[in-house]
């Protein structure tokens, strides 16, 4: 199982670098950068800084998208992270969300997804690819592989199909879990493909007491409620009370630059005992021993990598990246 830490760009970029030479010397496998340019720095410069400074570890962009940035342009950027870092970058691409909402455009439909990872990929393999009226291709191409962010059916069986890997943003739950990688592996059998490397997203606490830090993950199990989520929820048996009009948090519950008032805003909706459960449910909240076990069964359910989160943008996961370090990631190493 590889273990990898989502790092979001929230602060100087020689701040940002220490933090991936901290994660590489403690152990992770991974380090994910996420992608929204009102919110970070630009995603393709950290990891291609991050490249520069580091020898091992992967890097990720979890995820960057293709309506605010034309397929060229994530072709021209990967494909120069690829040369900085040779065999250690990942391409994570999905639908778009805190990129393209906060600047009032749609994310991806799944048509202009599959379109535009077609000429993704087209650019690095080196083909010429069509644009309308002219057609044009990548100089000096290089091969990256690109993983789909996927929640949802349609998607779930579209990067089985096409993409190089899945993230999944199921949680580790074991049934929506299995749920979604049997989705991956329908698709990749429908085009007569291999199964693909799948990761998972949680978010992650070390702690011996779930019911009193889980308090920190109400926004997210609102959000999740509020867009589409509820009956997913409700199915595990986590009651969320989702109001006609999410609160309204800068710049939405899931980003919320006062993480403590996005919390407040949702105590009405979301009680202590729903949100304890989605914690120990959904996310990887727990004694080490407790997530130890729990990343193991993930491992056997055909996952090959997990993607630990901390709440918040808009600091660096330090205390999960020494908590993990510590005290889990030597239990998932004997």
Same mark, same amino acid.
């Given at each position: 199982?590889?273990?990898?830490?989502?790092?979001?760009?929230?602060?100087?970029?020689?701040?940002?670098?220490?933090?991936?030479?901290?994660?590489?010397?403690?152990?992770?496998?991974?380090?994910?950068?996420?992608?929204?340019?009102?919110?970070?720095?630009?995603?393709?410069?950290?990891?291609?800084?991050?490249?520069?400074?580091?020898?091992?570890?992967?890097?990720?962009?979890?995820?960057? *998208?293709?309506?605010?940035?034309?397929?060229?342009?994530?072709?021209?950027?990967?494909?120069?992270?690829?040369?900085?870092?040779?065999?250690?970058?990942?391409?994570?691409?999905?639908?778009?969300?805190?990129?393209?909402?906060?600047?009032?455009?749609?994310?991806?439909?799944?048509?202009?997804?599959?379109?535009?990872?077609?000429?993704?990929?087209?650019?690095?393999?080196?083909?010429?690819?069509?644009?309308?009226?002219?057609?044009?291709?990548?100089?000096?191409?290089?091969?990256?592989?690109?993983?789909?962010?996927?929640?949802?059916?349609? *998607?779930?069986?579209?990067?089985?199909?096409?993409?190089?890997?899945?993230?999944?943003?199921?949680?580790?739950s074991p049934e929506p879990l299995a749920a979604a990688t049997a989705l991956v592996r329908e698709g990749a059998e429908a085009e007569?493909?291999?199964?693909?490397?799948?990761?998972?997203?949680?978010?992650?606490?070390?702690?011996?007491?779930?019911?009193?830090?889980?308090?920190?993950?109400?926004?997210?199990?609102?959000?999740?409620?509020? *867009?589409?989520?509820?009956?997913? $929820?409700?199915?595990?048996?986590?009651?969320?009370?989702?109001?006609?009009? $999410?609160?309204?948090?800068?710049?939405?519950?899931?980003?919320?630059?006062?993480?403590?008032?996005?919390?407040?805003?949702?105590?009405?909706?979301?009680?202590?005992?729903?949100?304890?459960?989605?914690?120990?449910?959904?996310?990887?909240?727990?004694?080490?021993?407790?997530?130890?076990?729990?990343?193991?069964?993930?491992?056997?359910?055909?996952?090959?990598?997990?993607?630990?989160?901390?709440?918040?943008?808009?600091?660096?996961?330090?205390?999960?990246?020494?908590?993990?370090?510590?005290?889990? $990631?030597?239990? $998932?190493?004997?």
């Amino acid at each position: 199982m590889r273990v990898g830490l989502r790092i979001p760009p929230c602060v100087p970029l020689p701040e940002l670098v220490a933090h991936v030479r901290d994660a590489e010397r403690a152990g992770f496998d991974e380090v994910w950068f996420p992608d929204s340019q009102l919110l970070w720095r630009d995603v393709f410069a950290v990891a291609a800084a991050a490249g520069g400074a580091t020898s091992r570890i992967t890097l990720g962009t979890a995820v960057t *998208n293709m309506v605010t940035r034309h397929p060229t342009v994530v072709a021209s950027a990967a494909r120069t992270v690829a040369e900085v870092a040779p065999g250690r970058f990942v391409l994570g691409v999905g639908v778009g969300d805190s990129s393209v909402r906060p600047v009032g455009l749609a994310p991806s439909s799944q048509t202009e997804l599959r379109a535009r990872l077609g000429v993704l990929r087209g650019l690095l393999a080196g083909r010429e690819v069509d644009f309308g009226t002219v057609t044009g291709r990548l100089r000096d191409p290089v091969r990256v592989p690109i993983h789909l962010a996927a929640s949802g059916p349609r *998607n779930l069986r579209l990067a089985g199909r096409i993409a190089d890997g899945a993230i999944l943003l199921s949680g580790v739950s074991p049934e929506p879990l299995a749920a979604a990688t049997a989705l991956v592996r329908e698709g990749a059998e429908a085009e007569c493909r291999a199964p693909i490397p799948l990761t998972v997203t949680a978010y992650c606490r070390v702690t011996d007491d779930v019911e009193r830090d889980a308090r920190e993950l109400k926004p997210i199990c609102l959000a999740i409620a509020g *867009n589409g989520g509820s009956a997913f $929820l409700e199915a595990a048996g986590i009651h969320v009370r989702v109001p006609s009009r $999410l609160p309204e948090v800068y710049p939405d519950l899931v980003h919320a630059e006062s993480w403590t008032a996005a919390i407040d805003a949702c105590e009405p909706h979301v009680d202590d005992a729903a949100v304890t459960a989605f914690a120990r449910r959904f996310c990887l909240f727990g004694t080490a021993e407790q997530i130890a076990e729990r990343v193991a069964r993930v491992e056997a359910a055909g996952v090959g990598s997990v993607l630990l989160q901390h709440v918040g943008s808009y600091d660096l996961p330090h205390r999960l990246l020494a908590d993990f370090s510590d005290q889990v $990631l030597p239990l $998932l190493r004997r």
